[in-house]
């Protein structure tokens, strides 16, 4: 009975981890569309100024009133909130004003590795062999992608420096992510909802500074009007339920199978592409294919390492154990 009901939390993460990846792939396009009627900036404030209220009724009804408590950590909050939030969400918009939701979603497909390469910069984590193959063979594909095999393209191509800005804002993702260690026995979600507050407070600082002064424009009741279903599915789903979606699902199947589900958000992306009639060159899938190929080597890789030192150290803990 255990090992059905393990089965089926297993089942439930897989598929939390799967709308997670869905909704985020399908957020992309579906940004493109709205920067018609909101500037990128204004829609994320207006995003997350929502999304910050729902996910900080989530914790006061989830854990109570006292985990809406700073504990004295008010400035690193916001500072992590402002460096995740703030920074991936304006740095990847401003980018995918600038290039294709498709090679955005490659961009945000290369986290797992980035994250690699940051905790070996912080933390001295040297990556394994087999994460910097990984690494290789996903720079090779960011590269097919970004060119479309040629290279005239990619040296000079005015798009490449937007899909350099969604890579930027996935390197404050990332960060903001690893900066969870600080907060040893908080919650996902507490961790969430209150930088998710204070980084909301810093966008929307941005926003109206930049309409006040005249250098971000103002929407009308029309722009809103027409973005009101584009913007309920960016705050409920890619944003709200996604998000706790995520939490849930790595909870219950672990970071290392579960981080394959960010080659969801490439795969949707593609696929919404082309059914919005789109056409993508040879280079651009073959290369689409690379930067997942090596999430999922690594993966594995990973996955076999964790598995090893767990029976290395089985022998030691039953030595360790009275004889019963």
Same mark, same amino acid.
């Given at each position: ?104 979603? =490659? ?100 926003? =109206? ?31 709200? =339920? ?22 969801? =958000? ?59």
């Amino acid at each position: 009975m255990t090992a059905n009901a393990s089965g089926a939390g297993r089942s439930a993460g897989f598929a939390l981890l799967g709308f997670a990846g869905i909704a985020w792939g399908g957020m992309l396009p579906l940004g493109k569309v709205l920067f018609h009627h909101l500037d990128p900036v204004v829609m994320t404030a207006l995003r997350y100024g929502a999304a910050a209220l729902l996910f900080l009724a989530a914790l006061a009804w989830r854990e109570g009133r006292r985990a809406l408590r700073l504990q004295g950590r008010g400035a690193r909050l916001w500072l992590l909130g402002t460096v995740g939030f703030a920074g991936f969400n304006l740095l990847g918009f401003e980018g995918l004003q600038r290039t294709q939701p498709e090679q955005a979603a =490659v961009m945000v497909a290369l986290m797992p590795l980035v994250t690699a390469l940051v905790q070996w910069a912080l933390y001295a984590r040297r990556p394994a062999r087999a994460t910097w193959g990984a690494i290789g063979l996903a720079l090779l594909g960011v590269l097919l992608v970004l060119g479309g095999g040629s290279t005239a393209r990619l040296l000079h191509g005015g798009d490449v420096r937007g899909d350099l800005l969604v890579l930027a804002g996935a390197l404050c993702w990332v960060t903001y992510t690893l900066g969870a260690r600080a907060f040893p026995g908080w919650s996902p979600l507490r961790y969430t909802a209150l930088s998710c507050g204070f980084g909301a407070i810093s966008i929307v600082g941005i926003a =109206v500074a930049g309409m006040a002064s005249g250098h971000l424009p103002v929407p009308d009741t029309a722009d809103l009007r027409a973005s009101a279903w584009g913007l309920a599915y960016l705050v409920l789903i890619a944003a709200f =339920v996604a998000v706790l979606g995520w939490n849930a699902g790595i909870a219950r199947v672990g970071a290392t199978a579960g981080v394959l589900f960010i080659n969801l =958000v490439p795969v949707t992306a593609f696929a919404i592409g082309a059914c919005m009639g789109r056409h993508f060159g040879s280079a651009e899938l073959l290369g689409a294919a690379l930067v997942m190929s090596a999430l999922v080597i690594n993966s594995v890789f990973a996955a076999l390492g964790a598995r090893s030192v767990r029976r290395a150290r089985k022998p030691e803990a039953l030595a360790a154990c009275p004889a019963r």
